[in-house]
């Protein structure tokens, strides 16, 4: 037997079933992956302003100077 007639008797053995409904199985999953990420994502949101009272201590305590909720670090030159 060769190989095209090996690949053609099992290709007529194989079963005939929805393709596309076997392969949701793996939307389900991406989908609940990627909700899971989001959730991730969305956990850290508005970090930023919840500290900025401690960031503004951190900054105060340390010499540098707080203009806009914003920390300005000077450099060795002066600019």
Known sequence: ??????ILAAAEEGH????ALETVIFFVIALAVFAALALV??????????HAGKA???AQSH???VEHGAVEH??????
């Open 16 to 19: 005939h079933g929805n393709v």
């Open 41 to 50: 994502v969305f956990s850290y949101r508005d970090v930023a302003n919840r």
């Open 1 to 6: 037997m060769t190989l095209v007639t090996t």
């Open 56 to 58: 503004q201590a951190y």
């Open 63 to 65: 010499g540098a100077a």
């Open 74 to 79: 000077g450099t060795a030159s002066g600019h």
